[in-house]
């Protein structure tokens, strides 16, 4: 076999996002109300639960009541809906090949359940395409993104009623038809696991509404396998070309010492992280996790004809989102340290983010290897990078902690590539500065662009270009030879 040498040369390069973090205009042009409108900026000191993204319904019925005067960053983003010519200039300036963006699901259908779609949403995604198209950006769109409709909240108490997976399809299928000639590369669910952390974040599911709120959220990912699944296939129907894809936080599990005891604890909780990868790739529920639910009582409810969905619909390529590395233990008392979506025990190797999250350039090598050995399918990281503070000096941003970071994770991508794992492309997270997911926060910064906007929304708006940007741009031009 000839030795592979660096990066395929369709290699996809570019950036990720997602409608909620970056748009704002929550109720122009007739846009309903999404999970993400109801996620409040709280500054670090006053933050009370560690599971910030969770909102119960006290909170909910404050914030729509209109008496509750909180700041909601998500709300007015980075007023991408107005500046996405100008943002998508900067990015085909770097010379992006993809950018990965959500459809914003209640700009479509309002109340997620509305049987008509919203006409002027459908022509503001034709503008976003036709722009990217006239700079040969290649679209990779995530169908739900963190952006439930809170219609559907309202109704079902979002994903726990199978009735969404209709409402769901009848949305998929509607920007299939309308952008079938734009989209060839999609995904169903950003992060899937993400509605087994944080049930209102993934499923727009209130917990305090529910008398068993962890056997609801198994029960509500159940649906949106299936819708997952029904959606892939309507793909296939519609866009017979296009490519599906999954989206999962990949969170790898190392022992935290050699005992076997903790290696078998790191294996349980990996499986966990990879079951979700599992069952949209090889089509079926994995026995260990059968077993996990029948050991935890949790009882699916499923109707006769769900696995054979399942199995005949299964996703083209396996893309997922990787920040950090995880510790088990069966002993674990050595320090924690915050990480994305979930706390970790502390790795002594690694160093750590401003935000805690700990940095692992060999674990993207490690993580690829395994998912291209376990389903051998086109593998596609759809997210990395780091969240920083960043300073301006005298009008410039000199990122070098940022280029480091993205440094050391391509050239692992890039030998996990000469290991022999076929990679299509890279997506590094928030190309442009945006309002993060987990504190929106808007010092919390990931771009190759800065936007000049404070935790509360002050600022210019004004799009500066960092160092890295313009050492991005040189890694694409050399298609990730010169990093
Ligand atoms: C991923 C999400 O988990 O991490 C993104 O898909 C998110 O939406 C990203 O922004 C980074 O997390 P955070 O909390 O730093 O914005």
New binding site residues.
Partial sequence: MKKIKGFRTDFLWGGAT?AN?IEGSFDKDGKGLSSADFAEYIPKEKRQADNHMEVNSKFIDKVKSGKYSGTFPKRYGIDFYNTYEEDIKLFAEMGFKAFRMSINWSRIFPNGYDSKPNEAGLKYYDNIFKTLKSYNIEPVVTLS??ETPFGLTEKYNGWVKREVIDHFIHYAETVFERYKNDVKYWMTF??IN?INISPFTGGGIVSDRLENPIASSFQALHHQFVASALATKKLKEVIPDAQMGCML?RMKHYPYTCDPNDVLKAQEEDQMNLMYTDVHAKGKYPNYYLQYLSKNNIELEMKDEDLTILKENTVDYISF?Y?MSMLSSTSPEGKTTPG??MNSLKNPYLESSD?GWQIDPVGLRIVLNEFWDRYEKPLFIV?N?L?AVDEIENGKIHDDYRIEYLRKHISEAKKAVEDGVDLIGYLS??PID??????SEMS?R?GYIYVDQDNYGNGTKQRIKKDSFYWYKKVIESNGEIL
């Fill in positions: 997602a973090q993104h963190y950003n992060e993400v936080a989102s920040y994305n979506l935000w997210e990078g969240g997270w928030g945006l309002i993060s997911m987990s504190t919390k990931y």
